[in-house]
Nanobody, 125 residues
Framework: QVQLVESGGGLVQAGGSLRLSCAASGRTFSAYVMGWFRQAPGKERDFVAAISWSVGIQLYADSVKGRFTISRSTAENTVYLQMNSLKPEDTAVYYC??????????????????WGQGTQVTVSS
C-alpha cells in the first residue's frame, strides 16, 4: 500500500523560504509521477508542481514558476518542494500525490491515485 507523508510546513514571513518533504513508501516508484498540490481556505485544491520519478521531468503551475523547485531523491524515496520568495497568497495546506496514470499534464486532482495527509504552510505579510 502506498503511503505518502509530508513534512516541513510552518510559519514564515513573506520573502522567506521553506522546503517540504514527501516520504513515499509501499511501492517501487520508478514508474510514478509525483505531484504537489495546495488548498487554501475556501478554495479548491490546485496543482503546484510535478516530477517524473524515472527521468526527473518537472512541471510547474504558472503561479510558482521561478520560485518553487520540485526534486526527488531515489535513495531516500523522498520528493521535495523548495519554496523561495514566498508570498502570503502561497498560504495553504500542501499535499503530496502519486500516480502511474498517463496524462497530458499531471496537473489535475483526478490524475492522481494516492495522497498524503497534507502539511500547513502559512506566509505572513
Amino acid at each position: 500500500q502506498v503511503q505518502l507523508v509530508e513534512s516541513g510546513g510552518g510559519l514564515v514571513q513573506a520573502g522567506g523560504s521553506l522546503r517540504l518533504s514527501c516520504a513515499a513508501s509501499g511501492r517501487t516508484f520508478s514508474a510514478y509521477v509525483m505531484g504537489w498540490f495546495r488548498q487554501a481556505p475556501g478554495k479548491e485544491r490546485d496543482f503546484v508542481a510535478a516530477i517524473s520519478w524515472s527521468v526527473g521531468i518537472q512541471l510547474y503551475a504558472d503561479s510558482v514558476k521561478g520560485r518553487f523547485t520540485i526534486s526527488r531523491s531515489t535513495a531516500e524515496n523522498t520528493v521535495y518542494l523548495q519554496m523561495n520568495s514566498l508570498k502570503p497568497e502561497d498560504t495553504a495546506v500542501y499535499y503530496c500525490a502519486a500516480t502511474q496514470k498517463r496524462s497530458r499534464t499531471w496537473s489535475f486532482n483526478y490524475d492522481y491515485d494516492y495522497w498524503g495527509q497534507g502539511t500547513q504552510v502559512t506566509v505572513s505579510s
